[in-house]
């Protein structure tokens, strides 16, 4: 079976989906927080930005992030790239159950606006 080394490095900020304020309402926090560098993560690497310009003055940078079969992710973790911080939209797509016995991975679908 064919194996691809994961080469690159990105940082990955988990949501809190239990994370409550002083008064125990529900607050959208990460760990590690959104300030400080995300967990170093091993990735195969990402595509290129794809982005669309609408007439209310927003840029949307939508990119798909290939990952190793064992990184897990979820709606609103955040990925640190080089070009800036990008929202993970969705559920990881797994391309881990493929035939021939090959599982190359999981696709994490990453989207970032600006404006």
Known sequence: MTTLTARRTVGWHTVDLGAVDAE???VVAYVPPLED???PTKVFGWGSAQAEEPEIGRVIHDLDLFVPA???GQPQDVVDLPEGQ???VGHPLDWTNGPF???PGKVVQL???EG
Do not use: L, S
């Open 101 to 103: 016995d090959y599982a």
């Open 70 to 72: 064992d990184v897990t």
């Open 111 to 113: 989207k970032r606006v």
């Open 24 to 26: 125990g309402n529900p």
């Open 37 to 39: 560098p995300g967990t």
């Open 86 to 88: 990008y929202e993970v």
